[in-house]
């Protein structure tokens, strides 16, 4: 039996709608990954370095921040000494699709009680 001449080329047409919408998917997804990446990163940057801080001061609090994260991400670390507590707070871009391009930012928060080096 002959298939019906109107259907000829009906899956190319279909797959070329739905290729953007698969793309899209994907693009939002990837950029929902790196969000959740940038969240972990800043949080435990802020881990180690309010514990860096706490146990031999600002200079240390910064070099902890930056260990683990790369220039593209553009962080800043603002560490400080509260009371007993050693603060530090990270910031970081938020990626677009690529963490060299952003369009706000995430912060991430942490405190360590200060310890006395003898």
């Given amino acids: 039996m002959r298939a019906a001449a109107g259907d000829r080329g009906q899956v190319a047409v279909e797959f070329a709608g739905m290729v953007p919408m698969i793309l899209l998917l994907v693009a ?20 180690e370095a309010a514990r860096a801080g706490a146990v031999k001061g600002g200079a240390a609090c910064a070099a902890a921040a930056g260990e683990h994260i790369g220039s593209a991400w553009g962080m800043t670390a603002d560490c400080r000494a509260e009371g007993r507590l050693y603060k530090a707070t990270v910031k970081l871009e938020i990626p677009v699709l690529h963490p060299s391009l952003s369009f706000g930012s995430i912060t991430g928060e942490a405190g360590a009680v200060r310890e006395k080096e003898d």
């Fill in 28 to 47: 939002a997804v990837w950029e929902c990954v790196l969000i959740g990446y940038a969240f972990s990163l800043a949080g435990n940057a802020a881990d």
